[in-house]
Structures are given as C-alpha cells and as structure tokens.
C-alpha cells in the first residue's frame, strides 16, 4: 500500500492551494482518511479527517478555510485550503486506514510543503 500525496508548494498569504493524495495497491477497501501536518520544531498535529461515508472534522485554526474531500472510485483524498496565512506553514501529510482482505493497516503518505510567505 502507497500513498502519494501532492499539491504543496509556496504561496502568499491569503492564496490557495489544493493537496491530493493517493492510495494504491492492492487493498479491499479505505476506511478513515486524513491530512494531518506538521510544522518545524512542532509535533504533527491532525487537521482534517474524512470517514468512508462523507462525514468530515477539522482542528478549529481551519474551520472555514479547509476543506477535506474524497473520491472513493478513485481512492483519492483531497484538501482545499483557502485563505492559508503563514502560521498554515508545514508538511501535510495524508493519512488512511486500509483493509486488505481481513487486515487493517494505517498508512501515511511521503509528505508535501506548503509554504505561506506573508
């Protein structure tokens, strides 16, 4: 199981950017998906988490400017992030619970930057 997340890169305050990330191999299905991120020098902290059936949670520092998505057909997972201040600055970075027949594994991807400049 891979997950290859992109997306990341620097943009100025106030900008956009969209991450995504897939999930492939040969798994039977995805459970809960996340993007979770993590600052230099801070602990990664959890940002948004999506189960299978849509229902979606956010830290409170995003509410209103994330947004998480997923494409079940396509075993993708997206976040769309608007208004992105500085303090937005980290590696994201995805995350799914996957069944592979009657075992379940947690799986996170590689990583990508996003750089808020102010």
């Known amino acids: 199981v891979q997950l290859q997340a992109s997306g990341g890169g620097l943009v100025q305050a106030g900008g956009s950017l969209r991450l995504s990330c897939a999930v492939s191999?040969?798994?039977?299905?995805?459970?809960?998906m996340g993007w979770y991120r993590q600052a230099a020098g801070k602990e990664r902290e959890l940002v948004a988490t999506?189960?299978?059936?849509?229902?979606?949670n956010y830290i409170d520092s995003v509410k209103g400017r994330f947004s998480i998505s997923r494409d079940n057909s396509k075993r993708m997972v997206y976040l769309e992030m608007n208004s992105l201040q500085p303090e937005d600055t980290a590696v994201y970075y995805c995350?799914?619970?996957?069944?592979?027949?009657?075992?379940?594994?947690?799986?996170w991807g590689q990583g990508t930057l996003v750089t808020v400049s102010s």
């Open positions: 995350n799914a619970d996957v069944r592979i027949l009657l075992r379940r594994g947690n799986y």
């Open positions: 999506i189960t299978s059936g849509g229902n979606t």
């Open positions: 191999g040969s798994i039977s299905s995805i459970g809960d």
